[in-house]
């Protein structure tokens, strides 16, 4: 198997996690649906609908197209046989799988805090934002941080593997 290989295994594996984060956000629907609340505070029904079908979307491409994928994460010269696994190459997939990890649960934080904001003042995301504490701002932009960071380790799993082994040697 190659390190594509491996990490189109951990993609599927991302793409089931999603369907069940996607799954949390429908159980929202029945409620919003009918009441037009979440636990009686007023919802927007458009807002929950997407946040529950984009997800499922994204995970079905995911699911559909792992190899495709994997192969913008992993790069031609390093994608070879895995035989016995090069330690570079298993890096690699070990922080690349350590992104979609944390990639994983910094989309449900976000989801999180953006119904918060849509349930806190429907369609003014501005007045939202000064209205919420400065502890709950400060969850938001780490969370932002999170995902920038999760992001960075899927997509850049390569140079970050070198530099841990240059600065190991």
């Known amino acids: 198997m190659k390190a594509s290989d491996y990490i189109a295994i951990g993609i599927r594996l991302f793409s089931i996690a999603i369907y069940i984060l996607a799954f949390q956000r429908a159980l929202l629907l029945p409620e919003v649906i009918m009441f037009g ?7 927007s ?35 070879k046989e895995l035989n016995p696994i090069n330690p570079l190459e298993f890096s690699i997939v070990i922080i690349a799988g350590l992104g979609l990890y944390l990639l994983f649960y910094s989309l449900s934080d976000t989801l999180y805090w953006l119904t918060i904001l849509s ?27 999170e995902t920038i960071m999760s992001i960075t380790l899927i997509f850049k799993s390569k140079t970050i593997s070198r530099l841990i082994f240059k600065v190991a040697r």
């Open 37 to 43: 609340t979440i636990d009686g505070m007023s919802a």
């Open 45 to 79: 029904k458009s807002y929950i609908i997407i946040s529950a079908i984009v997800p499922v979307l994204f995970a079905t491409a995911l699911w559909m197209f792992p190899s495709i994928t994997a192969k913008f994460i992993v790069r031609r010269e390093t994608d």
């Open 119 to 145: 349930i806190s003042e429907p369609n003014n995301y501005a007045s939202n934002w000064a209205s919420i504490g400065s502890q709950s701002k400060a969850a938001i932009i780490a969370t932002g941080l």
